[in-house]
């Protein structure tokens, strides 16, 4: 089983960027489809795209298409979300997540989840 620890998040102004990092531990990483979502309170947890095992292909939610890149380093057990024009309605905690389905666009098709990285958008 993998565990998942993100990083990266912060205060940004509108229109900035921001990278978030998601470090796996475990041997076993490259057997998961990594997932990305947000969440703000007293909303569901949103998917923002995922990218697959091995051959990077990625899928993204219409919400972030466009101007997120998720990306991976299976030799380094890492999960990236690049997201470029950030706005206020951006301001969520951005989890990352692992799981068994392609492309996984859903809360429930991810059994493993990080704590989550605040990112907060000023205008």
């Known amino acids: 089983q993998v565990q998942l620890v993100e990083s990266g998040g912060g205060l940004v102004q509108a229109g900035g960027s921001l990278r978030l990092s998601c470090a796996a531990s475990?041997?076993?990483?490259?057997?998961?489809?990594m997932g990305w979502f947000r969440q703000v309170p007293g909303k569901a947890r949103e998917f923002l795209g995922s990218?697959?095992?091995?051959?990077?292909?990625?899928y993204y939610a219409d919400s972030v298409k466009g101007r997120s890149t998720i990306s991976r380093d299976n030799a380094k057990n890492m999960a990236y979300l690049q997201m470029n024009g950030l706005q206020p309605g951006d301001t969520a905690v951005y989890y990352c997540?692992?799981?068994?389905?392609?492309?996984?666009?859903?809360?429930?098709?991810?059994?493993?989840w990080g704590q989550g990285t605040q990112v907060t958008v000023s205008s």
């Open positions: 997540a692992a799981g068994p389905y392609w492309p996984g666009a859903s809360v429930s098709a991810f059994d493993r």
């Open positions: 475990g041997r076993s990483f490259a057997m998961h489809v």
């Open positions: 990218i697959s095992r091995n051959d990077n292909k990625t």
